[in-house]
């Protein structure tokens, strides 16, 4: 079986995809997408379709609800992390969680994110 996709409700279509564009080299595959609906693509084909098709101004999810990117080494987590900050964004230092060096923070979009090695 294959992971085919996965949708994310947020309340920024332009701004989650923008983000995960830039940050963690997620692809439109030429779908610009728009204000209520954007694809994007990773390395093994799977698709994450973020959608705000009600128009919502916010997204709750679950306390324990996040998205997780894998990294390649503590060093790419450590980079990222520099980027985060450097761009404004604000993200707590990485730290050893759960047996990876990692951190977690708020997308633009208002879903959660975290970073690990």
């Known amino acids: ?33 728009n204000d209520r609906i954007a694809f994007l693509r990773d390395d093994a084909g799977m698709v994450l379709t973020l959608t705000n098709v009600d128009g919502a101004q916010d997204v709750t999810y679950p306390g324990a609800f996040h998205v997780g990117f894998i990294q390649e080494s503590p060093a790419k987590v450590d980079e990222i992390h520099r980027r985060l900050k450097d761009d404004g964004f604000d993200a707590p230092a990485p730290s050893k969680q759960h047996g990876s060096w ?6 633009p979009g208002g879903f959660v994110v975290e970073v690990l090695a």
């Open 1 to 33: 079986m294959i992971l085919n996709h996965l949708n994310l409700a947020v309340s920024d279509v332009r701004a989650a995809r923008d983000f995960l564009v830039t940050y963690f080299g997620l692809d439109p595959k030429g779908m610009p997408g």
């Open 102 to 107: 990692t951190f977690y923070f708020r997308a």
